[in-house]
């Protein structure tokens, strides 16, 4: 009959361990994956801004000037799309979930001196350009060598900021240095590394258009 | 002939796990009316779309609810998926059964102890989520999270299952099995648990169909209505039969689901068996433009999504219609006559979600 059907399990529990764990006096065990918070390998940074755009909870925010990456670990959800996006890889989930705090704080990191010095240059003041959408380009820029250039316009579809324009008919590449942020997909794409990163200022703030010269595609025999 | 009161129920109550408001026209102990009121909880996700990206969106639209959270998740993503013409790969759509079916696991564990805990079996209560836990372990191994599990994107998924993950998941599941059937036999032949459950809240196989119900509440009352068998994801590859009840009362409702339980498992199994290899992701270009719906089986049943694009980075519209919103009309309707000491149970049986209702 039904009527002991429970006894065994209650009996059983009598004679076992707690099944929960005295956290935190004993440390919880996370596997390997588990998301638990954001780290931010500051070396590897380039401000690019890429997470803080895509925070659906606006928990991270970048100052490119200070070359500071602040997030506010409340705020945060803990759900890996900054990690998804970031183009350098310089963010990653790690187990661990945030401690509790008496008030919400930020917590902010910034990028060594020699990464900073490294991208900007001495002493040119910035150009703000007129059909601008708020982001300057102040220190390195992307230059092509227009004889490698294939106007394939994967650089133009990788863009995270529309800032690239890849013309195969006019046979032009054009360069808006208003809107790009040296994020260096355009270069991480370029199947014949036609880009590269220049450490110097952008000689102007505006439309930059070059020639290219549609350097013909090699065919395998 | 006894003098009519009004009964207020809720929103707080000790058996509510999410705030409803009944107002119960109670005349004696019977109740003759419910008049409900909702929108303790209501949050505007549908008005965040005109503020986020469509992909940031899936993080939102997770957030619904947190017992469906990959569900909902995964109809979001879908219903976009069906706007933007993206065919995902195999492996993806495997990956995201088993995870709709883990979801489905904890979701009823949970629902069967809170039902124990509405009919004042406590320990059984405590029981059945020390089960739970172990599926929650699950989750956190495969995706990283415990309950909300943000492995969607547009295109497929974002972590794979490897072959050590699925042994782990499997020597669990039979360990769950064991143990989901000793707490059955309580549920379903104990002699104080069967004089709680049975007999009570009942709906006949007409009015659950007239009133639009959905999910084991329809299910346990005859309607054989589940989304899976549309064949959306790897269903079309897994043999499952949609598990009915006929006698439509709390004690069905229950019995539906504990048998869910297994057939889950049984699901799960099958995935793993049939898992083809290759990519879980491919690459997507471009923005949604145009609509379309998609209906899905939840835990607690079907839940449809609509979505309207305009090739911009922000949506014209996204609805979510949940199950608990088509249960509520069936839930009203077993109170009629009902006891004033069965109340929480017949609220309990629909296993409500009045988060995801008002969203």
Redesign the interface.
Known sequence: M??M??G???LKNLFLKP?TVNYPAEPAV??E???GHVEIDVDKCISCTICAM???SDALKVDRQAGTWTINRFDC?????CV?KCPKKCLK?VPGYQEPMGEKTEETFRRPEESMAKAAKPAKPTVTAAPSTGIVSTHNHVSIDVKKCLGCGKCM?NCPNDALAVDRKAKTWSINRSKCITCGLCIDNCPTKCMTMDPNDPDSNGIETYEIELAPIKKKD | MGKRKVVPFGPQHPVLPEPIHLDLVMEDEKILEAVPNIGFVHRGLEGLIEKKDFNELIYIAERTCGICSYQHGMGYTETLEQIMGVEIPDRAKFLRSTWSELGRLHSHLLWLGLLADGFGFESLFYECWRIREKILDLHELTVGARLIFSVNKVGGVLRDITPEMQKTILETLDVVEEEVKNIQKTFLYDYSVQSRLKGIGVLSLQQVHDLGCAGPFARASGLNLDMRKLGYDAYPYIDFEPIISTDGDCFARCDVRTREIFQSIDIIRQIFAKMPEGDIAVPVKGMPNGEATVRIEQPRGEAVYYVKGNGKKLLDRMRIRTPTFANLPGLLETMKGADLSDVPLLILSIDPCISCTER
Do not use: D, H, L, Q
């Open positions: 039904a009527i059907n429970f065994k399990t209650m099944v996370y596997p994956g588990s998301r895509n925070c659906p959800i803990a759900c890996g799309y998804e989930m579809r």
